[in-house]
């Protein structure tokens, strides 16, 4: 399977946009980039997802390279809830939510 | 709607006890998942399944055993606690199994084996 590398841990303040950098120099044409974020003592939760072009949502923005070696969840304007560990993670367009790998991610520290 | 719902929260087991671990979703999901994850790491699955009746085995499943006699439930059991097992459990649901189905997860039991 193909596997994602992120930073262990960010950080960046307040108000401030933040780019989370994702590594995938082995996804394969069919594979899904999908993001979730897991805020202290909750569940993880979808944030967004995408496959060749760059995509936008209430919650973030999400650029993918040209050559879809990598990708970049943006943050357009950090507040203080955003602070969590963010999973980069691939997905195939029928493979099932059993073979998903949520790694350990990048720790987001948002400084007031 | 109230999505996924887990419950205890908390619980505290002695080594050797047995316990379950109750998952209920409200979004008429077929699939729903269980995961563990360990102090300071990703997920690990442990049992999904894909409807009713249906069940399989994750990356993890020694020591557990699961049901899933309707589409809303699914709970998860322990029936010799061990210390290994000292984790947080995350139950998640999804619609279906493609890439345009994303997992919607309760917020977890924290349970401690001693």
């Known amino acids: 399977d193909a596997k994602t590398t992120q930073p262990n841990s960010m950080e960046s303040n307040e108000e401030e946009p933040v780019h989370l950098p994702c590594n995938h120099s082995?996804?394969?044409?069919?594979?899904?980039i999908h993001w979730y974020r897991q805020l202290p003592s909750q569940g993880p939760e979808y944030v967004i997802h995408?496959?060749?072009s760059n995509v936008n949502n209430r919650m973030a923005s999400l650029a993918i390279a040209e050559d879809r070696k990598s990708s970049t969840l943006i943050l357009h304007r950090a507040t203080l809830r955003d602070a969590a560990v963010y999973y980069c993670?691939?997905?195939?367009?029928?493979?099932?939510?059993?073979?998903?790998?949520f790694g350990q991610g990048t720790r987001l520290t948002i400084n007031p | 709607n109230a999505g996924v719902t887990q419950t205890p929260k908390f619980r505290i087991l002695k080594i050797g006890q047995s316990m379950t671990l109750q998952c209920a979703q409200d979004m008429n999901h077929n699939y729903m998942y269980w995961y563990r994850q360990d102090p300071g790491m990703g997920l690990k699955l442990i049992y999904y399944s894909v409807g009713a009746g249906i069940t399989d085995k994750g990356e993890v499943p020694n020591g557990y055993n699961v049901s899933r006699s309707t589409t809303e439930d699914f709970p998860l059991r322990l029936e010799l606690a061990a210390p290994s097992q000292t984790s947080v459990y995350f139950c998640?649901?999804?619609?279906?199994?493609?890439?345009?189905?994303?997992?919607?997860f309760g917020n977890g039991t924290r349970l401690t084996v001693t």
């Open positions: 082995t996804i394969s044409g069919t594979d899904y």
């Open positions: 998640a649901s999804s619609y279906g199994s493609s890439y345009n189905s994303p997992l919607h």
């Open positions: 995408g496959l060749t």
């Open positions: 993670i691939l997905r195939g367009i029928i493979q099932g939510a059993q073979k998903l790998v």
